[in-house]
């Protein structure tokens, strides 16, 4: 089943913080967190293990409530570069570690 | 090593026609994917292949999708007879052959197929 993202969109002025939200209604043993702009590929951001972890990358990061399967990715003091469509990519016991994704989250920064 | 690799960036074909598109994976990396994504979607899971070996595949993929792995290196997904609802761009992705959650998936920038 597909991972649920909230919200679907944001608009957010350069400097503005903005938290992404994935839930899953299946156990879950990792997320998966990309970003793409528009007519590229997704990029890697960072994975989240459960067990709660949290991870950091530059003012980017993102946390794992493995007994709610929720992830939330946080961007802080956001940049124009961060610009673009987030989804969380979920990947669950058995599943050749193929990733189910949501909808995506797009976020807008502006000047 | 620059990455996943994509064959051709733009395809435009006529409703009922066949095609064809190729995905080099990163070097040594065992495990590749095929994701489709249209419009306001994120990628859905097409198929997966381990080494040549074509290991799943999704409901998804109809008798007029198939895809290969001959020599375990670069990928090939062909459409026959194609439609118009097979619009949509088609991503690779392969990651390193360990069996660690850890490791991420590396997409590469796709092919985008609109069939007229």
């Known amino acids: 089943q597909q991972p649920v993202q909230s919200p679907q969109a944001v608009i957010l002025r350069e400097g503005e913080d903005a938290v992404i939200n994935c839930s899953s209604s299946?156990?879950?043993?990792?997320v998966h967190w990309y970003r793409q702009k528009h007519g590229e590929a997704p990029i890697f951001l960072m994975i989240?293990?459960?067990?709660?972890e949290q991870k950091g990358h530059d003012k980017i990061s993102a946390s794992f409530n493995e007994k709610k399967q929720q992830s939330s990715l946080y961007l802080t003091a956001s940049q124009l570069s961060y610009s673009g469509t987030y989804f969380c990519?979920?990947?669950?016991?058995?599943?050749?570690?193929?990733?189910?994704f949501g909808k995506g989250t797009l976020l807008t920064v502006n000047p | 090593d620059t990455g996943v690799s994509q064959n051709p960036r733009h395809k435009i074909t006529k409703r009922g026609q066949n095609v064809t598109f190729r995905c080099d994976p990163i070097?040594?990396?065992?495990?590749l994917y095929w994701y489709r994504q249209t419009l306001g979607q994120g990628p859905e899971f097409l198929t997966y292949?381990?080494?040549?070996?074509?290991?799943?595949k999704s409901r998804l993929l109809s008798d007029r999708f198939s895809a290969e792995r001959p020599k375990g290196s670069f990928s090939t997904l062909e459409i026959q007879r194609t439609e118009q609802g097979d619009s949509a761009m088609y991503l690779c992705?392969?990651?390193?052959?360990?069996?660690?959650?850890?490791?991420?998936?590396?997409f590469g920038p796709g092919t985008r197929l609109t069939v007229l």
């Open positions: 299946k156990a879950l043993y990792s």
């Open positions: 989240l293990l459960k067990g709660g």
């Open positions: 990519g979920t990947h669950s016991q058995g599943s050749n570690y193929k990733l189910t």
């Open positions: 992705a392969s990651r390193e052959n360990r069996i660690l959650s850890t490791d991420t998936q590396y």
């Open positions: 070097s040594e990396h065992n495990r």
């Open positions: 292949f381990q080494n040549e070996a074509q290991l799943e």
